[in-house]
């Protein structure tokens, strides 16, 4: 008998999972094991938790959800908090396993838990590609080593020549003899070492994290209210729940795919309405595939002070300066308003976060590997490719060929001119 074990870790979904699919496909049994690793919630270089106390009850949310979708196809899931290399050989040794499969991972930290889990199991392990929206045996150019160094030629080229694969059709549900008993809890907050906390009324992220909640907002922001038709008009704003489609967080831990969203855009185009507002959630999403390849091609580059461009500024380091940073007692309001949002709720605008990303590499000069591991600590939606990609992007060592810096009070004075955003969130400060 085959028994295959879907090694789950940012592809959280039982709908539109290739891994899922495959052993489904290739197995008599199947069990799902997904690990909460120490690793990610202790304190990195930068001085912050890895993973800080809003996405970790985000990934805890998605994971209950995930347990309970898996149940309806009679798969159970076992969560276990504790190494993979540890957890995967002694589950694959207790059910007799006999092929791991997972989602391909390439960024330092993941592939080190890749390696280790193979060193130490002696069955297959079936990894593949299931985060881009085109796969890369898909794209126009030879190599990954041929991707542009500016977005805009890698997405002309990708819109012409390319195509997003069909969503993996619904898994089918297997016989209830496929359950396993395994005592395995969910670990809390507090077992992960950090803080509860009650959700900020003031937030613009209000949802829980899981696959079911990713399609209610999709749901809602397409079908009931039809806001996909205006993106384009309100992706800048602030305030609210609605500015954006704010997917970017189910997106980051694989409740949902990129290709669930784009085929969804499609049949609201054909349904709804077809205009530049939908397009732009599509370009959206290939901007995302883009520093999910800038990764896949520099590597390493994307943590290193220098970037992919292996520039040599003259970076700051300011204890002072890092503090009244994150705690938003800089001479801004606006960038102390975004600054004071984060803190409080785990979220920020894209608006915002590249206002505060410039001011902290380009005005303070300070390393700019400092925001981004304090972003990658506090943001309910991280994702290593985007927040590191877009952070060399704003500090000048990325993929912007302008080498931009923002005009803060500018920004404000375009995006709050009158300024509602900003009392929101320094009500105190500023009575």
């Not at 304190?43 to 347990?67: C, H, M, P, S, W």
């Not at 898909?138 to 080229?157: A, G, H, L, M, N």
């Amino acid at each position: 008998m085959k028994t295959g074990l879907v090694w789950f870790r940012n592809d959280l979904r039982s709908e539109d999972n290739v891994s899922l699919s495959r052993a489904i496909q290739d197995c008599d049994r199947v069990i799902g094991i997904y690990c909460f690793d120490p690793r990610q919630f202790v304190v990195g270089d930068f001085g912050f938790k890895k993973t800080e106390k809003y996405r970790a009850q985000f990934l805890i949310e998605t994971v209950v959800n995930l347990r309970y979708k898996l149940g309806k196809l009679n798969i159970s899931l076992v969560v276990v908090h504790d190494l993979p290399e540890n957890a995967v050989p002694q589950l694959i040794e207790e059910q007799d396993i006999t092929a791991l499969y997972s989602q391909k991972e390439w960024t330092e930290e993941e592939n080190k838990v890749t390696k280790a889990v193979e060193t130490v199991i002696n069955i297959p392990h079936h990894a593949q590609f299931d985060q881009f929206l085109f796969h890369p045996d898909d794209i126009p150019f030879e190599s990954v080593r041929d991707i542009p160094q500016v977005f805009t030629q890698f997405r002309k080229k990708c819109e012409k020549e390319s195509s997003v694969r069909d969503e993996q059709l619904d898994n089918k549900k297997l016989p209830e003899s496929n359950l396993i008993e395994k005592a395995s809890q969910i670990p809390t907050l507090e077992d992960l070492g950090l803080d509860r906390f009650e959700k900020d009324s003031r937030t613009a992220f209000p949802w829980k994290g899981g696959q079911d909640a990713a399609w209610e907002r999709l749901n809602d922001y397409f079908w009931n209210t039809e806001k996909l038709a205006y993106y384009k008009k309100t992706r800048n704003g602030l305030v609210g729940k609605d500015y954006s489609s704010k997917f970017s967080a189910w997106l980051a831990n694989g409740s949902i795919s990129a290709r669930q969203i784009y085929w969804e855009v499609k049949r609201f185009e054909s349904q709804i309405k077809k205009n530049q507002d939908t397009y732009w959630l599509i370009f959206e999403l290939i901007w995302r595939d883009y520093f999910k390849y800038v990764s896949l091609k520099h590597g390493n580059d994307l943590f290193k002070i220098g970037g992919i461009l292996h520039k040599e500024y003259d970076w700051k380091h300011n204890d002072k300066a890092q503090r009244d940073w994150i705690n938003g007692n800089t001479k801004y309001d606006f960038v102390n308003a975004n600054m004071v949002e984060l803190k409080e709720t785990g979220w920020m605008s894209n608006r915002g976060r590249q206002n505060v990303a410039s001011f902290w590499a380009k005005e303070l000069e300070q390393d700019w590997r400092v925001g981004a591991a304090y972003f990658e600590s506090m943001l309910i939606d991280y994702d290593v490719h985007s927040n590191w990609g877009n952070w060399m992007y704003n500090a000048g060592v990325g993929n912007d060929p302008r080498d931009r810096k923002f005009n803060i009070e500018r920004q404000a004075q375009m995006y709050d001119g009158n300024g509602t955003f900003v009392r929101l969130w320094l009500q105190e400060k500023l009575f």
